[in-house]
């Protein structure tokens, strides 16, 4: 049974940084590709960053002050947050797709957890 479980979040202040992480079980995510996405209260999902083998890709508004990492041999998945700002906020997620090709678009990955609160107050 695929499992994917977020931890890391919490309350921070503005500029400050979280480190999210990702711990994958079930089967070995090596060749999927994986990422973060973030959901705000009254708001969309939305993608926040996703990798692969094959590339990387963030989201505009994360350029620069957040960075994805994996590390395969043991099935885990990383999302640095640095400069971090109140619209930031929101639950995030981490999800995987069985695919290598990086997407960006929330209906395209089958594997999803419980996500992780993030709260940056101003």
């Known amino acids: 049974q695929v499992q994917l479980v977020e931890s890391g979040g919490g309350l921070v202040q503005a500029g400050g940084s979280l480190r999210l992480s990702c711990a994958a079980s079930?089967?070995?995510?090596?060749?999927?590709?994986m990422g973060w996405f973030r959901q705000a209260p009254g708001k969309e999902r939305e993608f926040v960053a996703a990798?692969?083998?094959?590339?990387?890709l963030y989201a505009d508004f994360v350029k620069g002050r957040f960075t994805i990492s994996r590390d395969n041999a043991n099935n885990m998945m990383y999302l640095q947050m640095n400069s971090l700002k109140p619209e930031d906020t929101a639950v995030y997620y981490c999800?995987?797709?069985?695919?290598?090709?990086?997407?960006?678009?929330?209906?395209?990955?089958?594997?999803w957890g419980q996500g992780t609160q993030v709260t940056v107050s101003s």
């Open positions: 990798m692969s083998w094959m590339t990387t």
């Open positions: 999800a995987a797709r069985s695919s290598a090709v990086v997407l960006m678009t929330s209906p395209q990955y089958d594997y």
């Open positions: 079930g089967r070995t995510f090596s060749s999927y590709a």
